[in-house]
T-cell receptor
Framework: GQSLEQPSEVTAVEGAIVQINCTYQ??????LSWYQQHDGGAPTFLSY????GLEETGRFSSFLSRSDSYGYLLLQELQMKDSASYFC??????????FGKGTRLSVIA | IAGITQAPTSQILAAGRRMTLRCTQD?????MYWYRQDLGLGLRLIHY???????GKGEVPDGYSVSRANTDDFPLTLASAVPSQTSVYFC????????????FGPGTRLTVL
């Protein structure tokens, strides 16, 4: 089967760093994506890792370890506007992405 | 229009009624998807289409049907709505079926009574 596991909720302080983990069991895996969704909004694409290592995009970074079937999203210099749900998604050959159930991040002052 | 649109924005529907959710994209993407999102369950794929004229079943296809007559449109039909189909429905598209970046529409909030 296909499954991705991520924490349901994370709380962090404004200005701090937070890491959201994702482990996966997916046949035909070829990459891990991350999406952000604010309350009432639509998911939007953040990043993608096809190879092991860290990808950085501004305050956000994403990491993948294929040997450990594990990845994470790192958010630095947290801002209140980063409060949202974050989804990891696994790419699998010629079939659609499989999404995790999402991690709700609350940024507090 | 630019991007992907959905209609209606929200709908209240009596159980047993037929309903079609509309989705249109103007990005000439080959692949399109329908998801439902329920609290605590994330995004679950209902149906998808990798190219016009083809469709496939996702994780939760029962009670839903789709068609892909052309590149731009991907309607989702509930033949006989049931209360368990109360959800937020998102349409999405991507350049190809293997693409990692999907573009999502604003969603349709459907309530079945």
């Amino acid at each position: 089967g296909q499954s991705l596991e991520q924490p349901s909720e994370v709380t962090a302080v404004e200005g701090a760093i937070v890491q959201i983990n994702c482990t996966y069991q997916t046949s035909g895996f070829y990459g891990l994506s991350w999406y952000q969704q604010h309350d009432g909004g639509a998911p939007t694409f953040l990043s993608y890792n096809a190879l092991d290592g860290l990808e950085e995009t501004g305050r956000f970074s994403s990491f993948l370890s294929r040997s450990d079937s594990y990845g994470y999203l790192l958010l630095q210099e947290l801002q209140m506007k980063d409060s949202a749900s974050y989804f990891c998604a696994a790419g699998r050959g010629n079939t659609p992405l499989v999404f995790g159930k999402g991690t709700r991040l609350s940024v507090i002052a | 229009i630019a991007g992907i649109t959905q209609a209606p924005t929200s709908q209240i529907l009596a159980a047993g009624r037929r309903m079609t959710l509309r989705c249109t994209q103007d990005m000439r993407h080959n692949a399109m998807y329908w998801y439902r999102q329920d609290l605590g369950l994330g995004l679950r794929l209902i149906h998808y289409s990798n190219t016009a004229g083809t469709t496939g079943k996702g994780e939760v296809p029962d009670g839903y049907s789709v068609s892909r007559a052309n590149t731009d449109d991907f309607p989702l039909t509930l033949a006989s709505a049931v209360p368990s189909q109360t959800s937020v429905y998102f349409c999405a598209s991507s350049v190809e079926g293997t693409s990692n970046e999907q573009f999502f529409g604003p969603g349709t909030r459907l309530t079945v009574l």
